[in-house]
Nanobody, 127 residues
């Protein structure tokens, strides 16, 4: 098992930036592909970004492409989500997730592929 704890959320004005972090503990961090999802009030949870075990492959939702960068530090067992040019529609609870993978290259994009989840961190973007 792996435990995930997000941090870095907060209130920011439109156009601003935030960097979310997700610290992992438990089993070998490098065994997992990692992802970020978000859920706004009244909406379903949606994929934001993902990164493969070896960090060679990343994937992004169209709604954040060009504004968001996902990265990981296997030595620090942490995954990051750098968000720039934030929009009010980015307001949501952001969740970190881990998927145990055999492949070093795969970056899952659906929530059902992820077996472990953090508790979430709130991001609020004011207009």
């Amino acid at each position: 098992q792996v435990q995930l704890v997000e941090s870095g959320g907060g209130l920011v004005q439109a156009g601003g930036s935030l960097r979310l972090s997700c610290a992992a503990s438990g089993r070998t961090f490098s065994s997992y592909a990692l992802g970020w999802f978000r859920q706004a009030p009244g909406k379903e949870r949606e994929f934001v970004a993902g990164i493969s075990r070896n960090a060679e492959r990343t994937s992004y939702a169209d709604s954040v492409k060009g504004r968001v960068t996902v990265s990981r530090d296997n030595a620090k067992t942490t995954v990051f989500l750098q968000m720039n040019s934030l929009l009010p529609e980015d307001t949501a609870v952001y969740y970190c997730a881990a998927a145990e993978m055999w492949s070093w290259w795969q970056s899952p994009v659906t929530s059902k592929e992820y077996g472990y989840w953090g508790q979430g961190t709130q991001v609020t973007v004011s207009s």
